[in-house]
C-alpha cells in the first residue's frame, strides 16, 4: 500500500467510526424512548393486579404483549445496517452533498472521483461533529407524555383502590360438609371420602371487593360472583366428585400437580342449593343467597315538586339530592325540560347537566347540590322548567326521580275590571256544607277554654256567615232569592181576603193614608201610569185561569215543583238554620249545635224524597233474522283441524306378562327370591279380575298357551 493510499485510508476510519458511533447513540436514545411507556404500563399492571378483583389472566396476558412488543422494537432496532442513518444525515445536513453512503464502503472499491468525495465528506462530517453535540435528535415528547400518562393512571388506581381491600389468607378455612354414614362390616375396605372442601368467592369487578373464602357450606356473595369450590378426597374413585347445583351438574376437574385435589367453578346470578356427590353418596343439601345490586337510590332533598317564583324573587333554585347506592355510585346528571311560551307556540328544550363531581372515588353514598338558574336557561316570566334526577351505579344500574316543576310567575297577566271590582269570599267549598259546619262547630267548643274570647267571636260569626250562606242557598227552592226573607216564607195573600179576614187592619190602613200624594215624595210614580191586567175587565178573567200555570219567583208557593210534604221539610230546614245561625253569631255555639243537627236530618230526608230513579236504557240491537242467514255463509276455505298421531296401545296385563316371564326363567334355573311371591300375587288378581269380568270355559289352559 502506497503511502498516499494510507493517507485516504487513515480519515475514512475516522470518519466510519464517527458515523458508527452517532447510530449507536441514536439507538440508545429510542430504546429509552421506547421502554419508558412500557415500565409505566408495567407499573399500572402491577397496581391493577395488586389492588383490583380483575382475572389473573388478564394482567399476564397484557404483560405479555408489551413484553413482545418490546423485544420485537429492540431487535428492530439493533438489527439494522446503517445506510438508514446515512440517509437521515443526507436529508438534514446540505453540507454532506447526499455523500454520506460513500462512508459506508471500502476505499479500495472506490474511483478517483469518489475518493475524493469521500474524503470531502469525512472532513466535512468531523466539522458537523465538533460543531453539534447531536447530528440525529430524537423527539422523546410524544414517550414522555405516554409515560406520564400510565402512571396518572396507576396513580388513579392506587388512590381509588378499594377501602375495604384485603389480601385473601393463602390458606382458606375448611368447610365441613356432612355426608350419610355408612355401615360397613369389619373385614369391608371403606369407600374413598372427601377429607377437605374449601369454598372461594369472588366478587364481580362492579362490587369493588376482594374475594373472600366461605366460612360454612352455605354463605351468601354478590349477583354475578365466581364460586370456586376445592375438595380433597382420601384416594381415587371410578369418577370424581359431582357438583349438584340446583338442576345443573357440574364434574370436578383434577388440579395439576396436586393428587387427588378437585376442582369446580361457577358463576352465580340466582340463589340455589346445591350438593356434592361422590362415591354413590351425596352431601347434604346447603343454600347460596345470591344477594342482586340494587337501584340507585335517589331523593330531591330541595326544592318541593312545585316552585313558584313570585315577583320580586331570585329566578333561581337550589337542588340538593341524595344519592346511595349498594356497592357505588358512578355517575349522576340533571335533565330539565324547559317549557317557553303560551298555547299553541309552546316549545320544548332539554338541557342535560352533570352531577358527577361528587362521586369520584365512586362513594356509597353522596349529595350532589346543583344551582338552578332560570335566565341561563332562557326563561322568563311565565315560563316553566321540568327537571328530574338520573344516577347509576358500577353496575349499569339507573334510577330516575320523580319528576319537579318550577315555574316563573308570569307578569304580564292583567286582570280584568270585573274581576277587581268582585269581593269574591275565597273559602274552600267544604263550608258550604252542613256536615263541615257541624265538624267545625264541635271543634272550636272543644278549643273554646284555650282560645281568647275575640278569637271565638271571630269564629263563631265565620261560621254564622258559613250557614247564613248555606241557607240562602237552599232558600232559593222556596223563592227566597233576596237576603231579606231571613228564616220565613214570603207569601202574597189576595188582598180581597186580607181584608175580609181582617177588616180593622183594612180600616187602619185606610185611616193612616196620607191625604196629599205628590211627585216629590221619594219613591218612584211611574207603576200608576199603567193598570194592571186585573184592572182591565177583560184580562181580569184570563189573568184568574192562568195564575195556577205561572211560576212566580216572588211567591214561594208557587215558586217551585215541589211536593207539599217536601217544602214543609224544607221550610223546616232553613228555620232550623237560621236558630244556628243566630246562636252562632252570638257566640252560643253548644246552643247552636242542636239546631245544626235537626237541620243536617232534615236535609237527608229531603234528598231522599226529592230522589228521582230512572230505569237504565241501553241499546238493544235489532233481531237477526235467522231463516235468511242460517247457513249462508262461504265455507270454501273452512275447513276442521286435522291432527295425526300414532300412539302405541297400552300393554294388556302387564303383571300377567311378567309373571310368565318369572315362570319361563324359572324353569331355566333361576333362583326364586322372596319379592318374586308380590309378582305372583299381582298377577293372580289380575287373573281374578279377568275371569270375573270374562267367564269362559272352567277347563285350565294348556301348557302352550300358558307358555311352559
Known sequence: MTPTTQAAVAPSLVASSALRAEWRRYALRRTGALLLPIVAGGILLAVVAHYWP??????????????????????????????????????????????????????????????????????????????????LPFDVRPALGVAGLLLALAGAGWWLRPTSQAVAPTVAPAVALNFPEEKLSPAAQAAPRITDTRINVTPPAYTRRPATNAAMASFRCPSGSRVRWTVRVNRAADAPPQLELGTRRVAFRAMPGQTNTFVAEQVLTASVLYRVRFAGKASDDYAID???????????????????????????????????????????????????????????????????????GQPE????????????????????????????????????????????????????TSDLSLGVNVVPAYFRSQRQIIIDTEKLIAEQPRLPAATVAERGNNLGFDQKILRMRYGKFLGEEFEQGIGETATRPPAAKKEEDNPATAEQEQTTEPEEHSADDGHDHSGDKFPSATDVPGEAATAALMEPYMHLHDDSETADFLE???????????????????????????????????????????????????????????????????????????????????????????????????????????????????LLEQAGQALAQAALERPGPTSPPCVTCVGW
Do not use: C
Open 54 to 135: 380483575v382475572p389473573v389472566w388478564a394482567i399476564g396476558g397484557a404483560a405479555l404483549l408489551l413484553t413482545a412488543y418490546a423485544l420485537i422494537q429492540l431487535r428492530r432496532f439493533w438489527n439494522s445496517d446503517l445506510a438508514p442513518i446515512a440517509r437521515q444525515l443526507d436529508r438534514r445536513f446540505a453540507q454532506l452533498e447526499d455523500s454520506t453512503g460513500l462512508l459506508l464502503r471500502e476505499p479500495s472499491e472506490l474511483n478517483l472521483l469518489e475518493s475524493l468525495q469521500h474524503q470531502r465528506v469525512s472532513s466535512r462530517l468531523q466539522e458537523l461533529q465538533a460543531a453539534e453535540k447531536t447530528l
Open 290 to 360: 345470591v344477594q342482586p345490586d340494587q337501584a340507585p337510590v335517589v331523593q330531591i332533598q330541595n326544592p318541593k315538586p312545585y316552585t313558584l317564583i313570585e315577583f320580586g324573587d331570585k329566578p333561581q333554585i337550589a337542588i340538593r339530592v341524595a344519592l346511595r347506592d349498594d356497592y357505588g355510585l358512578s355517575r349522576a346528571r340533571l335533565v330539565a325540560t324547559v317549557a317557553q311560551g303560551q298555547g299553541e307556540a309552546v316549545k320544548f328544550t332539554e338541557v342535560v347537566t352533570d352531577l358527577s363531581g361528587p362521586l369520584r
Open 564 to 678: 207539599p210534604e217536601v217544602k214543609a221539610k224544607l221550610r223546616g230546614v232553613l228555620a232550623q238554620m237560621w236558630e244556628a245561625e243566630l246562636r252562632l253569631r252570638t257566640s252560643r255555639l253548644k246552643e247552636a249545635l242542636p239546631y245544626e243537627y235537626r237541620a243536617l236530618r232534615l236535609l237527608k230526608q229531603v234528598q231522599q224524597q226529592t230522589r228521582a230513579y230512572v230505569k237504565k236504557s241501553g241499546f238493544t240491537p235489532p233481531v237477526l233474522p235467522e231463516a235468511t242467514l242460517r247457513l249462508t255463509g262461504e265455507m270454501g276455505n273452512a275447513a276442521a283441524p286435522r291432527r295425526e298421531q300414532k300412539i302405541a296401545p297400552p300393554p294388556t296385563q302387564p303383571t300377567v306378562r311378567t309373571a310368565l316371564r318369572w315362570l319361563g326363567a324359572t324353569r331355566r334355573g333361576q333362583v326364586a327370591k322372596p319379592a318374586d311371591a308380590l
Open 365 to 416: 353514598q353522596a349529595t350532589a347540590t346543583h344551582l338552578l338558574s332560570l335566565p341561563k336557561l332562557g326563561l322568563t316570566y311565565g315560563d316553566e322548567v321540568y327537571f328530574y334526577v338520573q344516577a347509576w351505579d358500577n353496575a349499569r344500574g339507573s334510577t330516575r326521580s320523580d319528576t319537579y316543576l318550577v315555574q316563573w310567575e308570569d307578569t304580564a297577566v292583567v286582570d280584568g
